[in-house]
């Protein structure tokens, strides 16, 4: 969420960062201009009325003091009660305009749930992910001297990727792994987290993967985003299916205040994570790159606010690294302003090579939400040698999507005999230098 004050003092750079996102600021804004006018009239009244009972207070009080020691004249006694009238009166109208001056700052509040983070200055202007900025690539695509295969049709020939039993347990975008593949799709977990807790310092975490609203609410899930996530019914209220472990670990410091001294706080989880794809219909129906269910490796940052964005690129090269160390190719970009997520202020995307479509694919996603989250799901810091908590910044990518390097595995080490080889570093977690056909799922 964006600061209250800072929309209020500067609404016409707001509305032209809006626009920079392909936005209509009115749309999103809403009755910005007149709630704002609104509440400004309700403060005027209310504290003019504040200042006339605190004008009025103390001749009141004199002339009681007087009544008790001799007496008041038979003027002085209108002139009491004339002004304890008034001082009623100014009383209701304070009750009734701190009410309203309430009701304003909610309705403003509830404005502001649906205004997307404004993205920062470096984010490159556009239209749509046409205008993405290529920011470097690394390795080179692998060379075939065959017609290289997509995955779902490797998949299924080495008996290790079953997308039609997957449909009859769950429907259309699951699927099953079988000897192999499952144990690929593990050791990728495994060498991933392994990676991130042993050379890059984060805290491995394993969070729920049910978690209330007021966590979705938090990272920006909620209200917006409702129809992408899956519900689940819990008694009186609700639950819902994580859709990235950045929901669960962000909010763990929900409401709570950090020591400035121990940022930056990075953690890292490996989860489940649960999308409906609302939207999605007839996108990426083949194979598993768009799925109902898919495993993911999160990496999530509490940063100070004059560091965020040397943690961005931190965090990014971290991501990186899982793909360098598998020896696949791929390429970082920047995305534009029309391009951006909800919450995010500045984002890159990691996109891989994949040889058997013919492109790059999105697999990981890193991004900086400046205080955005922080001040929705309420995470403080207290500064050193300071006083007054501040909005602590929270970062968050990908690291990586497990699913989708399976995928990248899978078409990139892919031989014409049909078999697959395992990257070096994946070995000691898979226990096999190639990946050849499967009998079990028959």
């Given at each position: 969420?964006?600061?209250?004050?800072?929309?209020?003092n500067?609404l016409?750079?707001?509305e032209?960062?809006?626009?920079?996102r392909?936005?209509d600021p009115?749309?999103?804004?809403g009755d910005?201009?007149a709630?704002?006018?609104?509440?400004?009239?309700?403060?005027t009244t209310?504290?003019?009325a504040q200042?006339?009972?605190n004008?009025?207070?103390?001749?009141i009080?004199?002339?009681?003091?007087?009544?008790?020691?001799?007496?008041?004249?038979?003027e002085?006694?209108?002139e009491?009660?004339?002004?304890?009238?008034?001082?009623?009166?100014?009383?209701?109208i304070?009750?009734?305009?701190e009410?309203?001056?309430?009701q304003?700052?909610?309705?403003?509040?509830?404005?502001?749930?649906?205004?997307?983070n404004?993205?920062?200055?470096?984010?490159?202007v556009?239209k749509?992910?046409?205008?993405?900025?290529e920011?470097?690539?690394?390795?080179?695509?692998p060379?075939?001297?065959f017609?290289?295969?997509?995955?779902w049709?490797l998949g299924?020939?080495?008996?290790?990727l079953?997308?039609?039993?997957?449909?009859?347990?769950s429907?259309?975008r699951?699927a099953?792994y079988?000897?192999?593949?499952?144990?690929?799709e593990?050791a990728?977990?495994?060498?991933?987290?392994?990676l991130h807790?042993n050379?890059h310092?984060?805290?491995?975490?394993?969070?729920?993967?049910?978690v209330?609203?007021e966590?979705?609410?938090?990272?920006?899930?909620?209200?917006?985003f409702s129809?992408?996530?899956?519900?689940?019914?819990?008694?009186?209220k609700?639950?819902?299916l994580?859709?990235?472990?950045?929901?669960p670990?962000?909010?763990?410091?929900r409401?709570?205040t950090?020591?400035?001294?121990?940022?930056p706080?990075?953690l890292?989880?490996?989860t489940?994570?649960f999308?409906?794809?609302?939207g999605?219909y007839?996108?990426d129906?083949?194979g598993?790159?768009?799925q109902?269910q898919?495993q993911?490796?999160?990496?999530v940052k509490f940063?100070?606010?004059?560091?965020s964005?040397?943690e961005l690129?931190?965090?990014?090269?971290h991501?990186?690294?899982?793909?360098?160390?598998?020896?696949?190719?791929?390429r970082?970009v920047?995305?534009?302003?029309a391009?951006m997520g909800?919450?995010?202020?500045?984002t890159?995307d990691?996109e891989?090579?994949?040889?058997?479509?013919?492109?790059?694919r999105?697999?990981?996603?890193?991004?900086?939400f400046?205080?955005?989250?922080a001040?929705?799901?309420?995470?403080?810091?207290?500064p050193?040698?300071k006083?007054?908590?501040?909005?602590?910044?929270?970062?968050?990518?990908?690291?990586?999507?497990?699913g989708r390097?399976w995928v990248a595995?899978?078409?990139?080490?892919?031989?014409a005999d049909?078999?697959?080889?395992?990257?070096?570093?994946?070995?000691?977690y898979?226990?096999?230098e190639?990946?050849?056909?499967?009998?079990?799922?028959r």
């Open positions: 969420m964006l600061d209250l004050n800072f929309v209020r500067n016409a750079l707001v032209e960062k809006l626009r920079l392909g936005m009115a749309a999103v804004l910005f201009r709630l704002d006018h609104e509440r400004r009239s309700f403060i209310l504290e003019t200042r006339r009972r004008e009025l207070s103390p001749k009080g004199a002339l009681k003091q007087a009544e008790k020691k001799g007496g008041l004249t038979p002085e006694q209108m009491l009660a004339a002004l304890s009238e008034e001082v009623a009166k100014q009383k209701a304070i009750e009734d305009y009410q309203r001056v309430a304003a700052e909610e309705k403003f509040k509830a404005s502001l749930k649906g205004v997307p404004l993205p920062h200055e470096s984010v490159p556009g749509s992910s046409e205008d993405n900025v920011v470097r690539r690394w390795g080179a695509p060379e075939f001297d017609p290289p295969k997509p995955h049709e299924e020939q080495l008996g290790v079953d997308l039609e039993r997957g449909a009859k347990l429907g259309a699951f099953v079988w000897d192999l593949g499952a144990k690929l593990r990728l977990a495994n060498f991933m987290l392994d807790t050379e310092g984060y805290t491995e975490v394993l969070p729920p993967y049910l209330n609203s966590s979705m609410y938090g990272t920006g899930q909620l209200p917006k129809a992408d996530l899956f519900r689940v019914p819990h008694g009186e609700e639950l819902w994580i859709p990235t472990a950045e929901v670990v962000t909010n763990l410091y409401d709570e950090l020591d400035g001294a121990r940022l706080v990075s890292t989880a490996y489940p994570c999308r409906s794809e609302a999605s007839g996108k129906v083949r598993i790159i768009r109902h898919f993911k490796v999160e990496l940063a100070h606010p004059d560091r964005y040397d690129e931190k965090l990014t090269h991501a990186e690294t899982v793909l360098q160390k598998l020896g696949l190719h791929y970082v920047t995305l534009c302003t391009d909800f919450s995010s202020a500045k890159y990691i891989v090579w994949l040889p058997g479509q013919g492109l790059f999105e697999i990981s996603s890193c991004s900086n400046e205080s955005f989250q001040r929705r799901a309420n995470i403080r810091f207290k050193e040698g006083g007054k908590p501040e909005f602590v910044h929270t970062l968050n990518g990908s690291g990586l999507a497990v390097t595995i899978v078409e990139n080490y892919q031989q049909g078999s697959v080889v395992v990257p070096d570093a994946l070995r000691p898979v226990g096999a190639r990946i050849r056909k499967s009998a079990v799922s």
